[in-house]
Every structure is written in structure tokens, then in C-alpha cells.
């Protein structure tokens, strides 16, 4: 129970790491919020770790300022933020438009921002508030073709952690997880369809010869 007692406020909980992580919290024994844009997924991910859906879309910065007020009420204050809602995709620099650039901007670095700065007033209070942001190992060494507009927000997203972190000490801590690839939703594209993630033949670059799962992130997380 190395969370009881904490209320924490979790993005993009519907799947893959964030819902491991409300999992996992739920366990440890914190009070959740749970948000995503995806309704029947997040019900399902609520009703699963005990937690309070709150839907939204992390590009609408009004539904955003609302959600985290929702969220505050519904718990009685906020100790803890996981910012793990993001997207992914491959575009060439030749293809990457405007609009998809903005949308990368906007869901991986600018909704993050958001959240934080919201829930600013309850964390200072707390006393031992924390903000945990998942960014990626794409941030730190960008290898792959396409992934400009990826790479650059969440290479932001570790620039404002730690920046968060410097100006918030030592009442909030700030810290960053920079997973790389992990058996997701959001990767199955990626993955190539294979039955086994791990089968994926780019898998055998990474040390560990298989690609992570959204438990062992959460542990990291938690």
C-alpha cells in the first residue's frame, strides 16, 4: 500500500501503460482520476482500479482546465499527476503537415503543460505532490525514419520535466519515464501484426531481445 492515502491523476488511463498504471496504483492503494478521450475503454479501466472517468480530449484545452477541476473534486484535492496520454505515428518530413505537426504539439507536449499548470494550486498544498511524465527513448536518441514530430515533443516533454523539476523543489517532485518500445495500442502498427510483438525483427536491436510490457513500465512509474 505505498500509495494510500494519495490521490492521483492519470492520462491517457484507457490502455496500455496508463492503464497498467491505474492497476497498479489501485493496488498500492491510491484514489484515482482517470482520464482519455476513449469512453467505453475508460469506463472499463475505471470500473477495473475503482477510479473516477473523467473523458476528455487532450487537444481541447477548455475540456482539459475542466477535466482536472473534476478530477480535484471528485478526490478532494490532487497529490500526484501521470501525464501518460500521448500519440505516435510516422510521417516523412515531406509529408508532415502543418495540421500534423500542430496535433503532435498539442497532445504530447502542450496537454501536459496544461495539466500540470492546473493542478498546480492543489500539488502545492499537498506538501509531497509529484508529477510523472512519459515521454520516450525516441526523445533521447531518435533512430528511426518519420518520427520527427514524435522525437521533437517528447524531447520537450523531457526538457519541461526537468525544468518542472528545478522549479518546484522540494515540494514537487517532477521526474520523466523515457520508455522505448513497449506492447501497446499505440504501437501495434509499429509491431507489424506479428502474433508476437517480440517475433518484430527490429526487436533484436534492443538488448533485452523483446519489447517491454505496460506492467514493467508501471512498476517504473510507481
Given amino acids: 500500500m505505498k500509495l494510500a492515502g494519495r490521490r492521483i491523476l492519470i492520462t491517457g488511463a484507457a490502455s496500455g501503460i496508463g492503464r497498467a498504471t491505474a492497476e497498479l496504483f489501485a493496488r498500492e492503494g491510491a484514489a484515482l482520476a482517470l482520464l482519455d478521450r476513449s469512453d467505453d475503454l475508460l469506463r472499463s479501466a475505471a470500473q477495473a482500479s475503482g477510479g473516477t472517468a473523467v473523458l476528455a480530449d487532450l487537444a481541447d484545452e477548455a475540456q482539459l482546465l475542466a477535466a482536472v477541476a473534476k478530477a480535484a473534486q471528485a478526490m478532494g484535492g490532487i497529490d500526484g499527476i501521470v501525464n501518460g496520454a500521448g500519440i ?25 503543460y496544461l495539466i500540470c499548470r492546473a493542478a498546480l494550486p492543489h500539488l502545492q498544498v499537498t506538501g509531497n505532490a509529484t508529477i510523472v511524465n512519459i515521454a520516450s527513448g525516441q526523445a533521447l536518441l531518435p533512430n528511426a525514419p518519420g518520427i520527427a514530430a514524435y522525437a521533437a515533443t517528447k524531447a ?46 527490429f526487436v533484436q536491436q534492443y538488448a533485452m531481445k523483446r519489447v517491454a510490457r505496460p506492467s514493467e513500465l508501471a512498476e517504473a512509474i510507481l
Wanted: proline share 10%; no cysteine.
Fill in 88 to 112: 505516435a505515428g510516422s510521417q516523412p518530413l515531406d509529408a508532415l503537415d502543418r495540421e500534423s505537426w500542430d496535433r503532435f504539439v498539442a497532445i504530447n507536449l502542450t496537454a501536459p
Fill in 156 to 201: 520537450g516533454l523531457v526538457a519541461f520535466t526537468k525544468a518542472l523539476g528545478a522549479e518546484l523543489a522540494p515540494r514537487i517532485r517532477a521526474n520523466v519515464v523515457a520508455p522505448g518500445i513497449v506492447d501497446t495500442p499505440m504501437v501495434q502498427g509499429v509491431l507489424g501484426g506479428y502474433a508476437r510483438p517480440d517475433d518484430a525483427p
